[in-house]
């Protein structure tokens, strides 16, 4: 079974970014404990991060051809991207939104997510321990289909 993992814009900055925000993980040592986690369930993971809607979009529509569910932390584009929601409506994957903030307990327009509503789930305040456990939320919620 393998999930693709995708990051948005200006992940790439983790550790450094607003680190009183986003905490002080790079994207590099998130993607390694990911990485261990899989191995614990026996799943396969494809990390991914791009700054651009468009490729974010085409790697939404490539994971239709062999993943079995996406999760995403679609940053900024949380708020804005109807094409991204699309995208997620359009594979029809079981997907879990991701936050390492609290985006409820932020600015107004952080509250309001276009994909939330098109998602399995949302995790959202729990520091980079969040994609953890969306992680494993979603691999048991799929395990749990196939039965
Ligand atoms: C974020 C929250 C978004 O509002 C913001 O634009 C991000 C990161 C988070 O992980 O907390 O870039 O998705």
Same mark, same amino acid.
């Given at each position: ?21 986003? &905490? !002080? !993980? ?21 990390? #991914? ?28 584009? !949380? ?30 327009? #952080? ?9 399995? &789930? ?7 321990? &969040?994609?953890?456990?969306?992680? #494993? &939320? ?10």
């Amino acid at each position: 079974m393998k999930i693709l993992i995708l990051n948005g814009p200006n992940l790439n900055l983790l550790g450094r970014r607003q680190p009183e925000v986003y &905490g !002080t !993980t790079t994207l590099a040592d998130l993607e390694g404990r990911l990485r261990r986690v899989a191995e614990e369930l026996s799943v396969e993971i494809d990390f #991914r991060q791009s700054n651009h809607e468009g490729e974010l979009v085409d790697w939404v529509q490539a994971a239709a051809r062999d993943c079995a569910g996406i999760l995403l932390n679609a940053a900024a584009y !949380t708020h804005t991207s109807v094409a991204l929601r699309d995208a997620i409506v359009a594979v029809d994957l079981p997907t879990v939104e991701v936050h390492v903030s609290n985006v409820h307990a932020r600015e107004e327009f #952080r509250r309001n997510s276009l994909i939330a509503p098109v998602c399995l &789930g949302q995790v959202a305040g729990f520091g980079i321990s &969040g994609y953890e456990w969306a992680l #494993r &939320g979603l691999v048991e919620h799929l395990r749990a289909c196939v039965i």
